[in-house]
């Protein structure tokens, strides 16, 4: 079974997200005794393509046209799909995210597809074609069988798979994908990035404030703490509501929907649209005064105490620790 793996890049640099859908792929191409390949367009390094085979990719077809530096589906799915045609590739693996899902679902119209998007764990194969799927924001499953003989699956963030990453490289090939004018009908006029250091939807590490904070003048110590884990920083969205912080760090279901390693809450109470937006994270630590917050009822670890006086602790900790 071959599989194309379609590669995000920030700066030319492979996210982890893109890292984590090779490693899916190459999980599913070894059940069937296949092979890897990904796709990646615009500008990027060439040793940094070929370090896909890190995570199993054989080889990357690198679309270098300049016209798809710029964030475009249209023409993404153009790519896609003359890469799934060159490779014969009968799976399609990607990452599930805002240009993920754009592009999975212009593709699977075009190859008339099957896609699954949200799957969380490797397809069933034994019998068919079978996958698990994220539904209702997390709070439930569904597995969906896939019987189109192109197969599309956005895979979520933090999937866990036991693959090692190795020292091999991949090998990095120029690909000329047939990019037409109709393709740019929409153009990308402008970008404006977040000004944090560090993408939420990209972060290991999350801490993030809620109205227990008390105010916008009283952020500091949950700053101090982000800073020393090296971790992004996100709100609730009532924080966001009242301009205490910006609105690009608003987590939750109307929010960014983020899947860290680490998810640290101080001072939410934990309302079931926060929820939605961050039970993909690995584990969550919950810091609040009030043990009913509801927060706690999913969290990993709790921590009953004033955020005032447990976030300078542990911000000592971890200093201490390094």
Known sequence: MSVLVFLETEKGIIKKTSQEAIAYGAALAAQTGGTVTALAVGEADAAELARAGNFGAAKVLHAADA???????????????????????????????????????????????????GATELPETGSGFRVKRSIYSGKAFATV?????????????????????????????????????????????????????????????????????????????????????GAATGCSKPVSDLDWRPHHEHIGQTGLKVAPNLYIACGISGAIQHLAGVNGSKCIVVINKDPEAPFFK?????????????????????????
């Open 67 to 117: 016209r798809l530096n710029q964030e475009n589906s249209l023409a993404y799915a153009t790519a896609l799909v003359e890469a799934v045609k060159a490779t014969g590739s009968s799976v399609v693996v990607l990452a599930k995210s805002g240009l993920g899902d754009a592009i999975a679902a212009r593709s699977a119209a075009r190859l008339r597809a099957s896609l699954v998007s």
């Open 145 to 229: 069988e896939m019987k189109g003989a192109v197969k599309i699956i956005a895979i979520r963030k933090n999937i866990s798979l036991d693959v090692p990453v190795t020292d091999t490289s991949a090998e990095v090939e120029a690909f000329s994908p047939a990019i037409q004018d109709q393709d740019f009908r929409a153009v990308v006029t402008g970008t404006e990035k977040a000004s944090a250091d560090i993408s939420l939807t990209d972060a290991d590490i999350i801490v993030s404030g809620g109205r227990g904070m008390k105010g916008p003048e009283h952020w500091q110590p949950l700053l101090d703490l982000a800073q020393a884990l």
């Open 298 to 322: 999913v969290a990993d670890y709790g921590i009953v105490g004033d955020v005032f006086e447990v976030l300078p602790r542990l911000t000592a900790a971890v200093k201490a620790g390094k």
